[in-house]
C-alpha cells in the first residue's frame, strides 16, 4: 500500500512561483513511477509532469512550456512540483500519482497508468 499526500497549495497572484510536494508512505521502495496531475473546475485531468527510476526518466506536459519542475527527496521521501509564472489558467486541484510497477514512457501521461492517488491540494491563482 502506498499512501500519498500533497501540500503546499493555497492562493497566489499571477505571475508568482509555488512549490507543492508530496509525502510518500508505505512501501516507497517499491514506488517505480510518479506524477502531477491537476484538475481545472469543468474540465477533465491533465498531465503536468512524471518521472521514472530507476533510470530517470522525466516526462513534462508540452503546453507548460517548461514553467513546472518535478523533482524528489529520496531522504524525505517526498516528490515536488516547483511551479513559476503562474498564470489564472493553472488554477485547480493538483494531485500526487504513483504507479508500483514500471511502465513504458509514452504511458507516464496517462491517468489510468497510476495504481495510487493523493487527496488533491488546492491551487487558486488570482489575476
Known amino acids: 500500500q502506498v499512501l500519498l499526500e500533497e501540500s503546499g497549495g493555497g492562493l497566489v497572484q499571477a505571475g508568482d512561483s509555488l512549490r507543492l510536494s508530496c509525502t510518500v508512505s508505505?512501501?516507497?521502495?517499491?514506488?517505480?513511477?510518479m506524477a502531477w496531475f491537476r484538475q481545472a473546475p469543468g474540465k477533465e485531468r491533465e498531465f503536468l509532469a512524471a518521472?521514472?527510476?530507476?533510470?530517470?526518466?522525466?516526462q513534462s506536459a508540452d503546453s507548460l512550456k517548461g514553467r513546472f519542475t518535478v523533482s524528489r527527496d529520496n531522504v524525505k521521501n517526498t516528490v515536488s512540483l516547483q511551479m513559476n509564472s503562474m498564470s489564472d489558467e493553472d488554477t485547480g486541484i493538483y494531485y500526487c500519482?504513483?504507479?508500483?510497477?514500471?511502465?513504458?514512457?509514452?504511458?507516464?501521461?496517462?491517468?489510468?497508468?497510476?495504481?495510487?492517488w493523493g487527496q488533491g491540494t488546492q491551487v487558486t491563482v488570482s489575476s
Open positions: 518521472f521514472r527510476w530507476p533510470g530517470g526518466n522525466t
Open positions: 500519482a504513483a504507479r508500483l510497477q514500471s511502465v513504458i514512457v509514452s504511458a507516464m501521461r496517462q491517468a489510468s497508468s497510476y495504481n495510487y
Open positions: 508505505g512501501h516507497t521502495l517499491r514506488v517505480y513511477t
